[in-house]
């Protein structure tokens, strides 16, 4: 039976994850910065219990704090999806909160890996998409992406725009640029699959005690059926032209540990187009079909601003190809996050 190390347990991803794990069969160990954040994870998920164990790696940049971990466990494979997000105020240093934190991260699991576990398999670990594009309309309008692709942010543009967001799209590539010159120069045993995705949706699972706290790209689709918006808002105010079933995510990272032709690659995942109007016509039709009467009147009305937009090509192909992915559609993506956003509600009274 495998034994899994995944980071930043109590996310969104990687609550998907060692759910599609532990159904393949294998015992995992999520890292968490707090022992209450597993506990939590456990309460939500009793059916994982004696499968899932946790240790507290409270800065995944703390290279001395990694290889404790790897000198008192072994792992098979290691799926590692903690990053540093984007979004809270107090994150306004572009070198201290972003640039560190996201490529100390990669290098000390790296680096620890290699010294301290010789037999491990492999490491699937969540990129981004904003490693190659910020989403932002006029390149989306001109540009088709691949796994080759790059954006064009240096460390020295993001310092001197000292803004979040490009902050966050910087990082994410210098962070992944780090695994590859690691992986260059080091020559691990172990396998590297980096994946790309653009927005995540689905049901999430992860412990809950506030709708605010839900993460991104829930919160996007939320957003269309809880009053912020009369009219179904312009794509690129809320969306990149891309997404993924956060479950089809998961399955992904987990076909990667063990299929060859994963190995050393970066992937582009998924592919579907996506824009705010089909994610609102999907919850309509829903809503009309009677699966999800709650939504009737609470959704925004089509004014047919979001109808021309244009959309970038995403090329998804190579991954989609070599793991064999077969994708939800988007019926059972934004309809299972609605069903599931929907029970918070009453759960959480908001």
Known sequence: MPHTLVTGANSFVAAHVINELIANGHTVTGSVRRVAAGQALLDEHPEWDGKLDFV?????????????????????????????????????????????????????????????????????????????????????????????????????????????????????????LAIWDFVKTEKPTFAVTVFLPALIFGPPLQ???????????????????????????????????????????????VRALTTPEAANKRFLIGGAPLTSTLIVKTLEGLAEKGELPELKGRLPKDTGKDADVALAKIHAEEGNSILNMKFRSAEETFGDLAKKVLELEKKLKT
Not at 65 to 88: R, Y
Not at 214 to 242: L, M, Q, R
Request: proline share 5%; aromatic share 10%; charged share 25%.
């Open 56 to 176: 507290v790696v409270e800065d995944y940049g703390n290279q001395s704090a990694l290889d404790e971990l790897f000198q008192k466990k072994q792992f098979d494979h290691i799926v590692h999806v903690a990053a540093p997000m984007p979004g809270k105020a107090e994150l306004n240093d572009y070198d201290r909160d972003f640039l560190r934190p996201a490529v100390d991260g990669n290098l000390a699991l790296l680096k620890a890996a290699k010294a301290h576990a010789p037999g491990l398999k492999s490491i699937a670990i969540t990129g981004s998409i904003n490693a190659i594009t910020t989403g932002a309309p006029e390149d989306n309008k001109t540009r088709e992406y691949t796994n080759e692709s790059w954006n064009g942010i240096t460390p020295e543009f993001a310092r001197e725009q000292n803004h979040h967001f490009i902050s966050y799209c910087s990082s994410k590539k210098e962070a992944e």
């Open 207 to 253: 412990s809950l005690k506030d709708l605010k706290d839900i993460n991104f790209s829930v919160g996007v689709v939320y957003s269309y059926f809880n009053g912020t918006y009369d009219e179904i808002p312009n794509t690129h105010a809320a969306a990149f032209p891309s997404y993924i079933d956060v479950r089809d995510l998961a399955t992904a990272h």
